[in-house]
């Protein structure tokens, strides 16, 4: 009996030696308490890592080569201080002038094979010489096929082969939001690409006599005027043009001219040396709530005559200063802007109907269109 049991002990002794190492060795056999939860899976995979940043490097890679650098030099005349207080025999003691040379850079954007640049007209104005480089390292003189002051425009043309020209899209079609990119030669640092998102479009800064400017707040330097604004697809969407001041303690707010109206600019230059638009002598202004209460008319239902040539079309027609001009050929004007542009795209030679208001009265002339004089 007693050697029973000691076969029975140690048959259980051996049992449980068993299943406790079995626990330790194999935790997995263990009943699972489901609580609900489940655990994150953690992968062993070497060198996991996190998923990669949207990148613009493959719109960067088409466009970035059309960017030029343009160096300019022009001769300043400045007046000088006397040499010395008392003068002498040969009047030196009155003031004289002196000349030196005056470099500033810029950018600019080829966009065709056969070498034409687009650039600023601000960029370019008054210079003795003007020096394109190219992203490979190629320099060369240009000359200016033609400008344009009123949009701040301006068309070079360089001589070499073998250009990467910039595919151009459409400025229309942009949304406050869409993602740009700024390229430029910012400070003398060539092929400079910064981003940011449009901020908005159609803006008027007063810098120019037609503008619809991009905002945007890609970082714009100086330099960067006439550089590239492209889209993320690699096309030209606009030319970088104007910054708010630093100095103002304003940061991230910059302008550029809207492609469509660049493109229109440049085909009127290459055509024809120049932009030929049409004229009237009236300088519009936007309707202030006093002028309107004044003639009786609703605010947004006509722009002012703030200015008039002498012997101008308008003129000779019969409007004066200070009238409300409500319609011209039927279309309601609205702002100074749209007015600007709609006579500037009339053609010289043709006449146009101006719907006016003056002193409460509405009247009808008809004018006389003919070509914008050249600044």
């Known amino acids: 009996m007693k050697s ?3 076969y029975v002990f140690r048959f259980v002794t051996l049992g449980l030696a068993l299943a406790f190492l079995a626990v330790v060795l194999r935790p997995e056999l263990l009943p699972r308490t489901d609580t609900g939860t489940t655990m994150p899976q953690v992968s062993r995979t070497a060198g996991a890592q996190a998923p990669a940043t949207a990148s613009y490097a493959d719109a960067v890679a088409r466009s970035a080569t059309s960017v030029v650098n343009i160096y300019t030099a022009r001769v300043v005349s400045e007046r000088a201080l ?85 595919s151009l899209g459409r400025s229309d079609t942009l949304r406050v939001g869409d993602v740009v990119l700024a390229i430029g030669n910012p400070v003398g640092l060539s092929q400079t690409v910064t981003q940011g998102i449009v901020s908005a479009t159609g803006r008027g800064l007063g810098v120019a006599t037609f503008e619809s400017f991009i905002q945007t707040d890609a970082a714009i330097n100086v330099g960067n005027s006439g550089g590239a604004l492209i889209n993320t697809g690699g096309e030209l969407v606009g030319i970088n043009t104007a910054v708010f001041s630093r100095n103002a303690g304003i940061e991230g707010i910059g302008f550029a001219i809207p492609v469509n109206l660049v493109r229109g600019v440049m085909e009127e230059i290459l055509e024809n040396g120049r932009v030929i638009r049409g004229w009237l002598g009236v300088v519009p202004d936007d309707l202030s709530p006093q002028q309107a209460k004044a003639q009786g008319v609703r605010m947004g239902s006509g722009v002012v005559a703030a200015d008039l040539y002498l012997n101008s079309p308008a003129y000779r027609a019969g409007v004066r200063p200070g009238d409300i001009l409500t319609a011209l050929d039927g279309e309601a004007m609205t702002s100074r802007q749209q007015a600007l542009a709609y006579v500037a795209g009339l053609k010289p030679g043709g006449s146009i109907r101006i719907r ?14 003919i070509e914008r004089p050249n600044r």
């Not at 003068?87 to 500033?104: A, D, K, T």
């Not at 390292?137 to 200016?144: D, E, I, L, N």
């Open 356 to 369: 006016g208001v003056r002193e409460g009265k509405p009247y009808e002339v008809t004018a006389e269109v």
């Open 4 to 6: 029973l049991l000691s």
């Open 82 to 166: 006397p040499r010395q207080l008392g003068g002498n025999l040969f009047g030196e003691m009155w003031p004289h002038y002196r000349q030196r040379v005056e470099r500033s850079l810029g950018s600019g954007v080829i966009i065709d094979g056969q070498g034409h640049v687009v650039t600023n007209n601000h960029v370019i104005a008054d210079a003795a010489s003007i020096l394109v480089q190219l992203a490979d390292g190629r320099a060369t003189q240009a000359k200016v096929v033609g400008r344009d002051p009123d949009t701040d425009l301006a068309v070079l043309k360089v001589d070499l082969d073998n250009l990467p020209s910039m």
